[in-house]
């Protein structure tokens, strides 16, 4: 398996523009995870799905950030307006039976000018 | 509240021995994980406790005592690729909640 894929690796952009992140998890996995990584906050759950639906959004930011999940190989989370603090590292993960085991992606470096 | 401690740093060298300690404030606990992360990768899922003792894979150990909250991270035969963040994380029942993150340096 190719592990846990997303796209772009590496994301530049501007102040108010929307950004789509993507990710494909392990094929079989029931749980998909977006995380979020800064220096000050850490790693912090956003998001998770069980079976392609939303489970827990408590972690989201504000409305700006939204995610969806319409099949169980596609995922996606979007960021409108984009804001400068948005610059982290996104990572998406998945696994077979919940919190135990999660296989993360490579990440996406996004950076909001 | 809930929260993790975790040191954010600790050294030691080739060959040696290391133990990384978590503990933890929190309801409705179920595990404690543990990842590790290199500089500009992604976490790697490395154990997982859900009861107490000692889980061994390979020259990781990970050990879990319920009653004092408490978990560490135990690394022996120390190598150099082993330089790298480590981070614990608290299983909720609806929620994962991940430490700070140790970052391990091994000199030679």
């Known amino acids: 398996d190719a592990g846990v894929i997303q796209s772009p690796r590496h994301e530049v952009t501007e102040m108010g523009q929307e950004v789509t992140l993507r990710c494909k998890p392990i094929?079989?996995?029931?749980?998909l995870f977006w995380y979020r990584q800064t220096m000050m906050r850490g790693l912090e759950l956003l998001i998770y799905?069980?079976?392609?639906?939303?489970?827990?959004d408590s972690g989201m930011p504000e409305d700006r950030f939204s995610a969806k999940m319409p099949n169980a190989s596609f995922s996606t989370l979007k960021i409108q307006p984009s804001e400068p603090r948005d610059s982290a590292v996104y990572f998406c993960?998945?696994?077979?039976?919940?919190?135990?085991?999660?296989?993360f992606g490579p990440g996406t470096r996004l950076l909001v000018l | 509240g809930q929260s993790l401690e975790q040191p954010s740093e600790v050294t030691a060298v080739e060959g040696a021995i290391v133990q990384i300690n978590c503990t933890y404030q929190t309801s409705g606990f179920y595990g404690l994980s543990w990842y590790q992360q290199h500089d500009g990768g992604a976490p790697t899922f490395l154990s997982y406790n859900a009861l107490d003792g000692l889980e061994e894979t390979g020259r990781f150990s990970s050990f879990l005592s319920r009653s004092d909250s408490y978990g560490y991270l135990l690394l022996q035969e120390l190598q150099m690729k082993d330089s790298a963040s480590y981070f614990c994380a608290v299983n909720r029942d609806d929620k994962i909640i991940f430490g700070k993150g140790t970052r391990l340096h091994i000199l030679p």
């Open positions: 094929s079989g996995h029931d749980y």
């Open positions: 799905f069980n079976n392609n639906v939303p489970i827990d």
């Open positions: 993960a998945s696994s077979l039976a919940g919190w135990e085991t999660q296989y």
